[in-house]
């Protein structure tokens, strides 16, 4: 059965520091991309961050870049989120996620989720 399992979320101030992980089981997926994706109350599911399958290539939405950092570790089969500065507007679940190819800049779908781990981020 294949599961991803994410963990790390939790309540900070603005300005803090969180890091999310998600650890792979049930099949590798060193030769696929993973990504993160997060949900607000009320809102859409948004893509976050994701990582090619060899961890070269990274891709971040704008309102991210600069203070997220996405990481993959293949031996463990795990993908990480190191979340810093973070601001109000951050909080949501946060769900991890399998790609159906190498690397998110080709377009392909993600197929496998995790459950979401909350990140609140209070004023």
């Known amino acids: 059965q294949v599961q991803l399992v994410e963990s790390g979320g939790g309540l900070v101030q603005a300005g803090g520091s969180l890091r999310l992980s998600c650890a792979a089981s049930?099949?590798?997926?060193?030769?696929?991309?993973m990504g993160w994706f997060r949900q607000a109350p009320g809102k859409e599911r948004e893509f976050v961050a994701a990582?090619?399958?060899?961890?070269?290539?990274?891709y971040y939405a704008d309102s991210v870049k600069g203070r997220f950092t996405i990481s993959r570790d293949n031996a463990k089969n795990t993908v990480y989120l190191q979340m810093n500065s973070l601001k109000p507007e951050d909080t949501a679940v946060y769900y991890c996620a399998a790609a159906t190819c190498a690397d998110h800049g080709l377009g392909c779908g993600y197929e496998y989720w995790g459950q979401g781990t909350q990140v609140t981020v209070s004023s």
């Open positions: 049930g099949r590798t997926f060193s030769s696929v991309a």
């Open positions: 990582i090619s399958w060899s961890g070269d290539t990274t």
